[in-house]
């Protein structure tokens, strides 16, 4: 019995901790963010032309320089995503990107190692880019 009152504690530990991140400055900069580049008729033209141009250059890569249109493609996409990073909504909407995966982030370390300093944890959205066994970094055992 004092396993599954364990469990339930934990369970609302954790939905303790995810209301708080729901209710975070953070989360609700990244919906505000989201919404705006949602309803911004000029950011979504420029992404809608960012994914036309991505599958061009999906195609093109099956075949890579040899490719005929190679070249025309390959500035095109880097113009394009260009544009669309410099547009303002989408800017701001991937910094509030990064400042909720970074509060993610530091919120999974943070029960990671209160379990144990040898737990891998991801950084930065990405999985296992710190030591470890098998991480290719410096084994920490």
């Known amino acids: 019995m004092l396993a599954t009152t364990e469990v339930v504690d934990l369970l609302d530990e954790s939905e303790y901790i995810g209301q708080m991140i729901l209710k975070s400055d953070v989360m609700f900069n990244y919906i505000d963010a989201k919404n ?7 950011a979504q033209s420029l992404i809608t032309a960012f994914h036309d141009e991505k599958e061009k250059y999906e195609e093109v890569q099956r075949f890579g320089r040899y490719h005929p249109d190679y070249s025309v493609v390959m500035k095109t996409i880097r113009t394009t995503k260009r544009e669309m990073d410099m547009n303002d909504k989408v ?4 910094i509030a990107e990064r400042s909720l995966q970074g509060l993610l982030d530091e919120v999974s370390e943070r029960i990671a190692y209160s379990v144990s300093k040898q737990v891998k944890v991801p950084k930065d959205g990405a999985l296992l880019t710190d030591s470890g066994c098998g991480s290719g970094g410096s084994c920490g055992c």
Do not use: H
Request: no cysteine.
């Open 36 to 42: 705006t580049l949602a309803n911004d008729t000029e």
């Open 91 to 94: 800017a701001a909407f991937k």
